[in-house]
């Protein structure tokens, strides 16, 4: 046996493979040895850190919950979307950036001949010369440059990269598409592309390059993607390596228009906001690929709504940043839902009574020429001429300018097109005359029509930040004299740059030393350029072809039809061409149907607000904001040219909440505070009787009644009735008192009817939920602001809190919009209910006094709009309003009020701004009312919408 051994052990020294057999031995040795170390010695070591490098969390997005009214209808919910997404895969991370760039334009291809749109964020776009600019300012394009070259943005701001700090769209757009040097992302865009296409390419290779360290992350390409997109993206789904299809939720809102103000809506948050954020909690789970509230109640319950995300635990490849596996899911939490007050057919009631009412004011105030009334000598009479109306369809876009030089524009358009550009050569002509050097005359001297478009030019300066008004010193007594009329903007902005206030680096001037001429020269050269394609510009020029008969009203009738900005009727279109229908009569009867409202016109009247309350409980039933705006073309994504076009050009405001954000003197609405200070303070009593004068004469500058007929003897009842302004001048006089060297001692007066304003809620925002601006109480003048006058201002919901509290004699709610808040398995969450602000404790003699005062003022012997009311099956109290503007604008109307008078349970408040008289605002909240008490089966109640109300005639005042 041990000499078999031997033998064995001689032959394999022999053999060749001994070597072979003693170096695997050998290497077996070494591999067992550090396998024994790595798992055995430091295996806990090495599998913490191995988990640490590749295991990420992915969240996974929650369903947003839903807003319902009163009634439990569906005001907001989500509505199943696709969207384009492109994730980094083996494959891909191989591909050269020509194929890249290839695979992207294929899929933008398919994207947009489908209709869609791409969702990057562009921090770049190609002006009307085709030159990139960038489309972010301050903080935001610091950290793109940051990003672009790399750098931290703490880096980017020192001495030696002050170069790239400074960079312009045009050195950036040139890095990103060719620069292939090491630093740089390396694009490479092909000029095979046209500049249009490649910045496109750009967005998306560089969104793909700022998520290099995160290619777990999905990136969206495009969001609510319709059908014909998914199918295309999946036929091509060789050829689009990465690409997929997610399955994502977009918000929708029912008829929007009605509700837009209070719901508000949601949109993709920004890296600033994202930021705050952060800072703000730490343990936050928001992404920049996350949709959240942006205004309304949707940003205000973004907590409850929002829901909670889930998550997915993922092992990723170190190397790659790419998904290895899916290692654990936790689903998400539905958010909760959100139950309003608000009753949404009474909304959208009190919205449609609104606007037929204002087109009613409208119609009757519109004169068949050019004369505009008493406008500029008073305000009692004011017309809106014709021409107005016209230019108004042009400055708002009903009539979009910009469509005249499309390839698919109408003879007539064309046409159009041609004038202005006549016209627009002759006026720039003319307006550089005016801005010669060597010209000095000011603007008093000018027609009002050049000083139109010099203004313009000069707006353009201001808004560019060109002229750095925050520089100009408004003391200096050439500004002075610019400003008053007396020397030119030629002269003043030659002086500006005298002065430094002027910004030369926006004019493109290098090193080196340029004179003031010159630099006047480059001015001139960037205003003009800039006005070439402006279209703001091209509507003043519009208007004045219009106001000087040079663009008919026909022709303006026309095209109203040839853009399908009405319904076109060949036989109106063939009456308007021979003459058989006068435009005026096209037009009144467009407004009457409401195929242009007094919202698409912006002209005054074209707005409002009513606000209705549950009197004894303080939940808001209704509050309208008139002209409104659709909100499901902001959410999710906005749709830029219906932002741009509807919503900021135009001059009626639609984005603007009315109830909330619009705040007005209150005029005689005030009158029951003045009344209730003056009977609980003791000046006066329920019976006693005051003379009307008049003119009250007790103070240095007199103060007139609104009437130039006296009202008689009266008592405060009589006096709210009638609205007399000398009764209630009277009450602050005697509020104010004497001081002891026997002048008035106004303090004392404010300080009075301050204390009784702030028990009935007029000192502080009404409750609701959504934002408000804080009201302003009077603060010199008591004689005067006891009718309402001086410096008081307040919103229409703040009067709607504050005639809830009268209403119900004395509980002053912070009134609520919000009913309550159910999580995803129907459980309330949170059962709300209007806080009760403070109780008011004043004699029954007061109220009783009051409240028959109310009474007068709608159905009294000497009530002006007692008639409106007669055939309503409930009785009304309220007061009227009326607030001055200038004699350039027509008056504010207001009508505070409650019914049943007996048994209150609502309170309407209508405030029509430039409303003409109180009682358009009185016959508003009638139709309401109207509706409200018959809509339960009297024929009375029916539903009236659909035809204009035109305004009953009334001996309405200023009030």
């Not at 009214?69 to 492109?86: G, R, V």
């Not at 050439?478 to 500006?496: D, E, I, N, P, W």
Request: some cysteine.
């Amino acid at each position: 046996m041990w000499n078999t051994f031997k033998d064995f052990v001689k032959g394999l020294s022999n053999s060749r493979i001994a070597i072979v057999v003693i170096v695997y031995l050998l290497f077996f040795a070494i591999l067992g040895n550090r396998l024994f170390t790595l798992q055995i010695v430091d295996g806990e070591k090495y599998a913490s850190e191995a988990e640490k490098s590749t295991r990420k969390t992915r969240t996974i997005k929650a369903t947003r919950g839903n807003i319902y009214d009163c009634n439990h209808n569906l005001l907001a919910y989500n509505k199943l979307s696709h969207n384009i997404t492109y994730e980094e895969t083996d494959v891909t991370a191989k591909m050269t950036s020509e194929e890249r760039n290839d695979m992207i334009y294929k899929l933008i291809c398919v994207i947009e001949s489908n209709g869609g749109t791409l969702s990057v964020d562009s921090y770049m776009k190609l002006n009307s010369d085709g030159e990139p600019e960038f489309t972010v300012s301050g903080n935001t394009l610091l950290r793109y440059k940051a990003e672009v070259y790399s750098k931290t943005v703490t880096e980017l701001k020192k001495k030696e990269n002050k170069k790239l700090l400074n960079a312009t769209a045009k050195d950036i757009y040139k890095f990103l598409r060719y620069d292939t040097s090491v630093n740089s992302p390396k694009f490479d865009i092909s000029d095979k592309y046209d500049d249009k296409m490649a910045m496109k390419i750009l967005d998306i290779r560089y969104a793909i390059f700022i998520n290099r360290y995160q290619k777990y992350l999905p990136i969206t390409i495009a969001k609510n993607v319709n059908d014909k997109t998914v199918a295309a993206i999946k036929e091509n789904n060789d050829e689009l390596i990465g690409v997929n299809i997610t399955e994502d939720t977009k918000r929708v809102y029912n008829k929007s228009k009605y509700f837009a103000h209070i719901l508000g809506y949601t949109g993709a948050i920004s890296s600033e906001k994202l930021d705050t954020i952060n800072k703000k909690n730490k343990k936050t789970d928001y992404t920049i690929d996350d949709q959240v509230g942006i205004s309304g109640l949707e940003s205000v319950y973004e907590d409850q709504l929002k829901g909670k995300k889930g998550k997915e635990v993922l092992s990723i490849n170190s190397s790659t940043s790419r998904v290895v596996s899916v290692d654990e899911t936790k689903n998400p939490v539905a958010g909760d839902d959100l139950y309003l007050t608000i009753d949404a057919k009474l909304q959208e009631e009190c919205y449609n009574l609104l606007e037929e009412n204002l087109a009613g004011v409208l119609i009757s105030r519109i004169n068949n020429s050019s004369s505009a009334g008493s406008k500029g000598t008073n305000s009692t009479d004011i017309k809106i001429p014709i021409y107005d109306v016209y230019e108004a369809l042009y400055k708002n876009n009903i009539i979009d300018v910009t469509h005249f030089k499309s390839r698919k524009a109408s003879p007539l358009e064309k046409s159009t097109y041609d004038k202005y550009k006549n016209k627009s050569k002759k006026i720039v002509a003319d307006m550089k005359k005016h801005l010669a050097t060597d010209y000095t005359k000011g603007s008093k001297d000018l027609s009002d029509d050049m000083n139109d478009f010099l203004d313009y030019f000069y707006k353009q300066l201001k808004d560019d930040n060109i002229v750095l008004v925050n520089q100009v010193d408004t003391s200096d007594s050439v500004y002075k004299k610019f400003a008053k009329g007396k020397t030119s903007l030629s002269r003043f902005l030659q002086y500006a740059i005298s002065k430094q206030w002027i910004d030369q680096e926006k004019l493109d001037i290098k090193s080196g030393y340029y004179t003031s001429e010159e630099i006047y020269k480059k001015l001139l050269d960037y205003g003009f350029k800039k006005l070439k394609d402006d279209t703001g510009f091209a509507k003043l020029i519009y208007g004045y072809l219009v106001q000087h008969y040079e663009l008919s009203g026909t022709d303006t009738c026309l095209l109203l039809m040839d853009q399908k900005a009405v319904k076109k009727s060949k036989t109106d279109y063939t009456n308007l061409q021979s003459g058989a229908l006068s435009p005026y009569s096209y037009i009144i009867k467009q407004i009457k149907k409401l195929e242009i409202t007094p919202g698409d016109l912006g002209l005054e009247p074209c707005s409002g607000s009513i606000v209705v309350t549950d009197v004894k409980t303080g939940d808001v039933k209704a509050m309208v904001t008139y002209p409104s705006y659709d909100n499901n073309k902001m959410a999710n994504k906005v749709d830029s040219e219906y932002y741009n076009k509807k919503l900021i050009q135009n001059s009626s405001s639609p984005l603007l909440n009315r109830p909330t954000m619009q705040e007005m003197a209150p005029g005689s609405t005030f009158k029951i505070i003045s009344a209730v200070t003056g009977m609980e303070e003791g000046v006066i009593s329920p019976s006693t009787h005051i003379y009307d004068h008049t003119v009250f004469s007790d103070i240095d500058h007199p103060a007139k009644c609104w009437s130039t007929v006296s009202h008689g003897d009266l008592t405060v009842s009589d006096a709210i009735e009638v609205s007399c302004n000398y009764f209630f001048y009277k009450v602050g006089y005697m509020l104010s008192g004497k001081t002891s060297s026997g002048n008035i001692n106004y303090p004392r007066g404010i300080k009075r009817l301050k204390k009784y304003a702030d028990k009935f809620g007029l000192t502080d925002k009404s409750g609701v939920e959504i934002p408000e601006i804080a009201p302003h109480f009077a603060t010199t003048d008591a004689v005067r602001a006891a009718i309402g006058q001086d410096t008081h201002a307040y919103t229409p919901a703040q009067l709607s809190r504050y005639v809830t509290t009268v209403a119900n004699s004395g509980n002053c709610y912070n009134i609520t919009l919000v009913d309550k808040i159910k999580n995803v398995k129907g459980k309330t969450v949170l059962n709300n209910k209007a806080k009760l602000r403070n109780k008011i404790n004043i004699k029954q003699s007061s109220w009783d006094a009051v409240h028959k005062g109310m009474k007068l003022v709608v159905n009294g012997s000497r009530s002006s709009i007692s008639f409106m009311f007669k055939n309503l099956k409930t009785t009304v109290a309220g007061k009227t309003g009326t607030a001055q503007q200038s004699k350039f604008h027509a008056n504010h109307a207001y009508f505070i009020s409650y019914a049943p008078y007996k048994k209150p349970k609502i309170s309407v408040t209508c405030v029509i701004p430039n409303g003409y008289a109180s009682s358009n605002a009185a016959q508003t909240a009638r139709d309401v009312y109207k509706y409200y008490f018959g809509k339960k089966g009297s024929k009375a109640g029916k539903k009236v919408s659909g035809s204009v109300k035109m305004p009953e005639s009334s001996t309405s005042h200023i009030d």
